[in-house]
C-alpha cells in the first residue's frame, strides 16, 4: 500500500460491506474499481485478524485492516511474508475477568461469544466449522450476547471504573480496552504510516462505528433493511453523516461510487 494515497475506504464488513449472508457480491465491481485507482480499502471490523485474512484473501485484498473494533492494526510487510501489528487495547484474559466482575455487579449473566458451543454460533452468527474457529480467536476483545438495553445501559456506567468501554453491535455486544476504538485504530495507521494527511471515507452500520465515522472527513451510515441503526440517526439527522440509499453491500457501492466520482471525475 503506498504511503502517498490521498484517499482510504475504510469500511465496516458485518451489516456493511456484507449482508447478514455474508454477501458482498453487490460491491465487487465497485472494489475492481478502487483497485484500478490504487485506492486502498481497509477492513475495520469486529471481526478476528484470523478472520480478516481469510476475508481479505478471498477478495483479493491487499492493504491494512483493524480488528476486534480497533483493539488492532495489522499489515504485511514488504516481504508478503510476514505482518506488522500495532495494539491499543488489553488481552482477551483481562477483558474476560472484567466482564465477570461487571456481570455480578448488574447481577446479569454476560455470556461470552467463548462460552457458546458451536450449535449456538451457528444459530446467532451462521458460521460453521472453520469459520467459528476463526472467529473464536479473540485477542483483544470479549464479544458477549446482547443484553436487555437497560443491562447494557448500567454495563456502560460500570465500565468507567475498569478503564474500559463496550459497544453494541448487530449480534453481539463488545467489551474492550478504553483505549482500544476504530476512530484511534485508524489514527495510529496514520501516524504508522506517515500518512496524516490521507481523507478518510468511513462506512458503518451500528454503534461501534460510530468512533470511526466521527474521526473520518466522509462518513457514510450503510442501513440494514428495516432502516439506519438508532445510534447513528442523531449524526445523520445533524448532517454529520450520509445515509447510504440501499441496504448492505448495494448501499455501500452505491455510495462509494458517488464518492469516487465527485472526486476523480
Sequence with gaps: MSNNSKYWIVTDLDGTLMDEDYDISPARKTLDTLAELSI???????????????????????????????????????????????????????LRIILMNISKIVNYNLIPLNDLNESQIFDLTGLSDHGIKRALDRQWSVPFLNPPDEIFEEVKLICKSYNVHVFKGNRMSHLLSSQSHKGEAVNKLKLYLDNKDVKIIALGDSQNDLPLLEYADISIVVPGKNGPNKYLQNGIEQGAFRLANAPHALGWSNSVEDVIKNIYY
Design 40 to 94: 486502498p480499502v481497509i477492513p475495520c471490523t469486529s471481526k478476528t485478524a484470523s478472520e480478516v485474512r481469510y476475508f481479505r484473501k478471498e477478495n483479493g485484498l491487499f492493504d491494512p485492516f483493524i480488528v476486534e473494533n480497533g483493539a488492532a492494526v495489522y499489515g504485511c510487510n514488504q516481504d508478503n511474508l510476514s505482518e506488522w501489528e500495532l495494539i491499543l487495547g488489553k488481552s482477551y484474559k483481562e
